[in-house]
């Protein structure tokens, strides 16, 4: 029988922690971690769909606009690197995988 209070205050998965080890804090800060990872997942969507939607942008003729475009690619695809550095390093301190996606 699982215990109610070991779980995500997020996503409502269960917590993979020990009973003798858990804490309200301890619940707290994995939800906080939850949703801090639910948020740069969410990020890196809104990411994607402007990424994508700047590949038709680019068969444009003017050629300033090109160069702008790619610029602005580049730079969303390192803001891209950076959010998923950040998912990962949240991923792999938390004890549970998120139920949210």
């Known amino acids: 029988m699982e215990n109610p209070a070991l ?3 997020t996503c409502g998965k269960p917590l993979a922690i020990p009973a003798s080890a858990v804490s309200a804090a301890l ?4 939800s906080v971690r939850c949703d801090q990872l639910r948020e740069i997942a969410q990020q890196r969507q809104t990411l994607a ?11 444009g003729g003017d050629t300033a ?10 730079s969303l695809a390192q803001l891209d690197a950076a959010l998923q550095g950040q998912a990962e ?9 998120p139920d949210w996606r």
């Open 89 to 97: 390093d949240l991923a792999s301190a938390m004890s549970h995988a």
């Open 49 to 59: 769909a402007k990424m994508q939607s700047g590949i038709v942008g680019l068969l």
């Open 7 to 9: 779980t995500c205050n």
């Open 27 to 30: 619940i707290e800060e994995e």
């Open 65 to 74: 606009d090109t160069v702008d475009m790619i610029a602005q690619r580049k």
